[in-house]
């Protein structure tokens, strides 16, 4: 089994920034892929970032591209999602996912999922 806790959401006005943090347990981190999805009130859940295991390969939504960051840290069993210029389209629950392969790319298709963590974009 896998634990996955995203923390770090939060309410910030537009142009604002947030970093959000995944701390994973259970399973050998460091050899699978990560994502990072967000789901709007009424909208279905959507892919914003993807990490291979190494952290050699990322993917981005094109709504994002530009203005968010993923990174890991597997010495600490840690993924971020660095968001900046956030805007109010950007709220949303964000969740952290674990995917049993080292990269799949941009896919919605994870195995293990965190509890998630409301942003909120005030304009």
């Known amino acids: 089994q896998v634990q996955l806790v995203e923390s770090g959401g939060g309410l910030v006005q537009a142009g604002g920034s947030l970093r959000l943090s995944c701390a994973a347990s259970?399973?050998?981190?460091?050899?699978?892929?990560m994502g990072w999805f967000r789901q709007a009130p009424g909208k279905e859940r959507e892919f914003v970032a993807a990490?291979?295991?190494?952290?050699?390969?990322?993917s981005y939504a094109d709504s994002v591209k530009g203005r968010f960051t993923i990174s890991r840290d597997n010495a600490k069993n840690t993924v971020y999602l660095q968001m900046s210029s956030l805007k109010p389209e950007d709220t949303a629950v964000y969740y952290c996912?674990?995917?049993?392969?080292?990269?799949?790319?941009?896919?919605?298709?994870?195995?293990?999922w965190g509890q998630g963590t409301q942003v909120t974009v005030s304009s």
């Open positions: 996912a674990l995917d049993l392969t080292r990269w799949s790319g941009p896919t919605n298709q994870h195995d293990y």
């Open positions: 259970g399973r050998t981190f460091s050899t699978y892929a």
């Open positions: 990490i291979s295991w190494r952290g050699g390969s990322t």
